[in-house]
């Protein structure tokens, strides 16, 4: 399944994700990532910079759900697909950590990088564009800042 435009836009747009895995018993683990991008027109690579257990998991059990938001907007998606750990030695390596290492000012080192696939798409909104479909972007914006102090 490809990113389109709008995805792409709002993981620019996005402070974190989370990364959600589970362990080969099923326990859930959701972890912030700071690091992140789109990849080719299907994939979105994440800095593994201190996620020992994120790691564990997929080498385990694939299956992940990524979700990321632009906390002022409060719209966002949530993506589900497989997840690869691309180490130093992998040929893709260079080339994915160009993009990231560009986000961190190589400030933040990392020796692998979680690689997704994208299978399933879904969008994130916020419940007051439901509940009051009259909600403007910019209303959410202004109510998101007065929320959070800014």
């Keep these: 399944m490809e990113l389109t435009t709008e995805i792409k836009e709002y993981i620019n747009r996005s402070v974190l994700c ?15 990532k700071e690091i992140f991008n789109h990849y080719e ?4 690579i994440i800095a593994n910079i201190s ?22 907007v409060q719209k966002g ?11 130093k030695k992998d040929s893709e390596f260079v080339e994915m950590e160009k993009i990231l290492t560009k986000m961190t000012g190589r400030k933040f080192p990392f020796a692998t990088i979680t ?10 909104i ?7 479909p ?4 910019k209303e959410q914006i202004e109510s ?6 800014l």
């Design 18 to 32: 989370w990364l959600a895995t589970a362990s080969i018993e099923n326990v859930p683990n959701v972890s912030p």
């Design 115 to 124: 690689k997704i696939k994208v299978k399933q798409v879904k969008p994130i």
């Design 134 to 137: 009259e909600t403007t972007e």
């Design 77 to 87: 998606y949530q993506i589900k697909g497989r997840a690869e750990i691309i180490g």
């Design 51 to 72: 996620s020992p257990q994120t790691v564990q998991n997929i080498k385990q059990n694939k299956n992940v759900c990524v979700s990321f938001i632009d906390i002022l």
């Design 126 to 132: 916020a419940p007051k564009y439901l509940l009051y």
């Design 41 to 44: 027109s299907d994939k979105i």
């Design 144 to 149: 998101a800042k007065k929320a959070y102090g």
